[in-house]
């Protein structure tokens, strides 16, 4: 009578360590992205809202609109209205991961902090 009951309750308990085992792992793990990139108007050089930006074309000195222009990890983040620097916008050239849009918009934090995502999502897109 006794042994089923131990089978079964080994099983259980055995599977709930593995599934907690598994769970932390996966959510454990934290990466942030080597790029991260903001929407700028390059005649001003100011960082506008991200929304503005709608295709990852690199900004080769002449057109107008709204161009990404991308920061190193280690960048400080401008908001919305800043002048950047320090950039590119030679997107093509990089090689890594590159996060666009989708950080804080009255800035200060850097690249490396605003891109921490958990192992359960995330939006940096490998590039190059």
Not at 93 to 102: A, E
């Amino acid at each position: 009578m006794t042994t089923p009951t131990r089978r079964r309750m080994r099983s259980t308990s055995i599977s709930l360590g593995i599934t907690a085992l598994m769970a932390s792992s996966l959510t454990g793990c934290s990466s942030s992205a080597d790029y991260a990139a903001v929407c700028v108007d390059p005649e001003t050089e100011e960082r506008v809202d991200d929304d503005q930006c709608d295709d990852d074309s690199d900004y080769d000195g002449s057109g107008t609109g709204f161009f990404w222009y991308y920061l190193a990890a280690r960048s400080v983040v401008p908001g919305v209205g800043s002048t950047v620097s320090g950039g590119t916008y030679r997107g093509s050239t990089l090689n890594g991961s590159v996060q666009r849009g989708g950080l804080p918009t009255t800035g200060g934090s850097t690249v490396k902090s605003a891109t921490t995502k958990g192992g359960f999502g995330g939006s940096s897109r490998g590039f190059g």
